[in-house]
């Protein structure tokens, strides 16, 4: 049985109101897809894919405006040159752990031949190597191809899932999380999605609504992972969507407001940590090449506040889900790392006056 | 009589404990002036300028490694192409309102013929065109000159004072605010202190260590002001300095982290907001234009954690400081912004048992 | 009597055809305003300020998209940080000298009681210290107003003529400079037309179509002038205009460009060269802040490449028509820069086979 | 029999004096590794690796300084964002086919168990599917590992080699090229050297010091390769190595000067074209990650202007020297590549009085 999302507990974070499924997949088109990959021989697997799939078809014949922020770069996330100089995406976005992003490249390369994926694919990444035993390439060509055959739309798969699987946050078991929000404008509703791979944070750091949850929770009630000088990776990706008509420009103003739900949850950017945003806003069709100019649609820039809101609060709750989500997970090793307890966070809260 | 700053009312934010002064100043050499420009007659003025200087003598003979981040870029940083292309900071810093850039670049390039400030000086300034009738140019060349050579290290002057004279911060009175931490590294201590011009952000966004204060203040308790279409600018330009021997991109990376702070007091970077932030780095001395290379030092990556921790702590303390410090002021057309009741806020977060 | 341009000569650049006038304001609306500021008592000036309006009426009220790119930064342009936020550009832009940066600005503060500049001007700069005595502020806010009053389309003054009229270029006498192209896309034709201030370079590197000019025209031929230590200041605003439906991305790439006419004159980015290049599009309209989307328009990328190519001829050409327009002339303390003799570059070129 | 580099045919390109090899590899501790895949059955294979390593060791133990630029962003190279934040390079470079970055991003990771490659490894490319068919992928993990073990210094192969084997340039056949050039600073000299993997441009653009080479061999002369719509893609990577003690803002400096070359072998950054450029600066040595600051050396900015002059001067003499060394190549279904005729090239400068 699956863990309460923050919400169920009674926790809001923000003033917004969610999308029905309180994921990216409010946003309509949107799909995502994940395959996890957990063994023990001949290696020990704690990893996976995500794709985040912007249309409904492939991505390559109906293009959507893009834009990318990078709060601290120690990471990796792929096909940004293109991205930038386009304005556009062209490619799902894949997810996974450090040692695979060349396989999930190359499988997005091949996948154009079914329309899917692009010559400059882009990949993400964040370091799963605590519990998953590498470098060592689990994930392969064939995970790839299956999660994007199998995304969808409706609820998204939170926690230790996809490229989330074997992730850690704050200390305790991270990965997949996602959150909406319903933004109002003057001229109508917009809804922003997003989706995180939260693998970010030192324990005493973590904090809900201002509460300073990682250190009312100390090592001696759940104990703190023992990470190596090698494994001091934290790191967290974060995909922003919205149905909202923004050009280039303001996604990328979009996508640097992530970094307001990072700070709200504890995070100040390590150094080794690659902190990376990028959104996407399928309001606007690219579906041609013609010779002629295209005919597009566009915020006025003093109608965006509500869009910025919306992200803050969207990227913030959807790292308290994947903390929610996220189980109690032992690797290679015999290393674990623990959930999040949530009856230590309700009471917490409680002492606190934020419930 | 002033008003007491955060931590004398009880009220701490992070965990790294002050500098002497809790002020830039506390990084050693850095220095302070501030005029304001306070008169009702032909024209209501309430504005003035507010000198950073980064040495004990002209920073253009013993320049600074330095570098900037803008969070929302709706204001102006002048001076910047260079900053970024040299690496280096080579003028004194100069804060003012919308109206009087112009006027403090020229007295800065006219400084020049004493050691002051530079060919391309650095002029920044938020909008305080609700109080301060304008256009107008209020700020003359000679109040400038007088900034820079009253400029003196010690305690720093907060609230109403210097650039932040006519500001106003989450619709309570802003103005200049700062803060310092000690931040330990493996190999010794550091300084970061933190120097804003607060005029950023609505009421119901505010809040302090999470604790929700802008709602729970409202406008049947304070008035809000009252703005006319043409006077939605809100921005925070934010000063950091330190004495750690960073290079220029640890600069920018030190720069980036303010927002931490800025999203921890709430804001989210408004489309009408220009929040800029420019660190610079004492701890090289860059006096020579010599054929010889240079040595300098530099602190590796691996060491900046505690720095970028104190950078989003000291200008969240120093966003409070401005609130705390500054007084309910009158303006052109009879026009008040309250001062934050200090008592509200000290019994809003016993409430939420934060003090 | 005025000195011939480049063509005149029987010398062409590129292979697209020029507009009627062969300058920006063959881009439909782009109109051009400029004041020289010529006196030897009580200082000697050689300065001025050359206005370029991309609307027929002021820019802040039918605001066009915008794109900037900086080759080598030691150089002032104000306004940057909304540009590239917004996308757009809201002011008229004026280039002038180093000293007259702040003087400008504050005019075109002004400026906005009769709709025209901007709260964020945009005011660009090289230095004209070498002829023309400063500290000074020799440009007063009412030769800027001037300029903004006598704008007109047609054509336009070349070298020593408004901003340009102290410069030097590759060590001859400089100034402004223009040309424009017809670039034929598959849907249509487009015009790029390019303004530039010209104070680049060494004599040594100058080159006409690969031709080295500066190397065969040696200081016994045109003396060179005698720079002081204090004087290496060498820079080139470009200013691009375009009336193809370009977004702010796509303005940028298109600005990115100017550097290949640079690179063929001979530049490579001086140290103490400010060489900043903004490229605008006036084929979109922004007149509104409505609550609804806009609608506009947006060539698609695969359409640019003869926009790009236009860019880059259109920007060679305009830096020797600004060195053939130039006249030899005396400045502070009997300095002459003296004139590029068309006769001794006619006769190199036709030794290379040119003409 | 290998063809004769430009010089050996007599033609010099800027006033710089070359190092020994005129390769990349003049600056000390550079090596280089090529491994050419060419075959025909099952499918046709015109591809390979180049690998650049900055040291003599493994790079990830002493890391170097870099920087980049990306003057048209139709491209990938991995590892940026860290590169970018760190300030450093800390994996060999890899140059390689569109169709196999996944692949040799693989093998870098997998190459850290021998202290090779990074976690974040830096590979990038150009298109070869005109005569290399796909999406497939010839390039193997073991290709790699065996260009990182012969990598080595001396002489560099050209032309259609390594990465560079199935490249086009300006509608002749492309591929690798390098040179280098003796950069005399005021207190000493220091090497630039350049790698490029040249795929890009049309014949109609293709100068040489000027002249309209590519004007003047008409496809009747030389037939042009018959490119579908799929096959617009045309790039270049440029790698800069300096033993210059260079900061990392100053190899982006230097790295920007790439363009120069291009600019002056006639491109001007086609949309589809991924024009990006690596700088790094091996002079100082970055071996550890202790607590105390590193005490690094720094060239003055003003001193860097022969470095900007020679790495201008060694791209335009490596994109050269790559169209000199490749020979005609045929690939998939019959389709022909052109070396440049070097008869008709001396022919061509003799007439215009360029040799």
């Not at 899932?161 to 319903?182: E, L, N, P, Q, Y």
């Not at 809900?208 to 934290?234: A, C, D, F, T, Y």
Request: hydrophobic residues 40%; aromatic residues 6%.
């Amino acid at each position: 049985m699956s863990r309460p999302r923050l919400r169920d507990l009674g926790i809001t974070v923000g003033r917004l109101p969610t999308g029905p499924h309180n994921a990216i997949t409010d946003v309509p088109g949107v799909r995502v897809g994940q395959v996890s990959v957990i063994y023990d021989e001949p290696m020990v697997a704690r990893t996976g894919v995500t794709i985040i799939a912007p249309r409904e078809g492939p991505v390559s014949r109906d293009r959507v405006f893009a834009g990318y922020h990078s709060f601290n770069g120690c990471g990796a996330m792929t096909g940004l040159l293109w991205l930038e100089e386009s304005g556009q995406l062209s490619s799902e976005i894949a997810l996974t752990g450090t040692y695979t992003v060349g396989t999930v490249y190359d499988a997005l390369v091949r996948a154009m031949q079914e329309g899917y994926g692009s010559h400059l694919p882009v990949v993400a990444e964040t370091y799963d190597g605590f519990l998953n035993e590498g470098p060592a390439f689990h994930v392969t060509q064939e995970h790839v191809l299956q999660a994007i055959s199998q995304a969808s739309d409706g609820p998204v798969a939170e926690g230790n899932v996809g490229g989330g699987t074997g992730m850690k946050c704050h200390d305790f078991k991270g990965g997949i999380g996602t959150a909406s929000r319903i933004a109002p404008l003057r001229c109508c509703n917009f809804t922003v999605g997003a989706l995180v791979q939260a693998n970010q944070g030192d324990r005493i750091d973590l904090m809900v609504k201002g509460v300073p949850v990682g250190q009312e929770i100390g090592p001696e009630r759940v104990p703190l992972p023992q990470l190596g000088p090698e494994e001091q990776g934290s790191s967290i990706i974060v995909i922003l969507a919205t149905d909202a008509p923004l050009l280039p420009f303001q996604c990328r103003r979009l996508a640097q407001r992530a970094v307001i739900g990072l700070a709200r949850t504890g995070s100040y950017g390590h150094n080794w940590s690659g902190d990376i945003f990028l959104a996407f806003a399928t309001g606007n069709h690219l579906t041609s090449t013609t010779a002629e100019p295209d005919t597009v649609r566009m915020l006025p820039n003093s109608e965006l506040d509500p869009l910025f809101l919306a992200a803050g609060e969207a990227v913030e709750e959807a790292i308290l889900n994947a903390l929610c989500a996220a189980e109690t997970m032992t690797g290679q090793k015999g290393r674990v790392v623990h959930a999040l307890p949530t009856d230590d966070l309700l009471a917490i809260m409680k002492r606190y006056n934020r419930l």
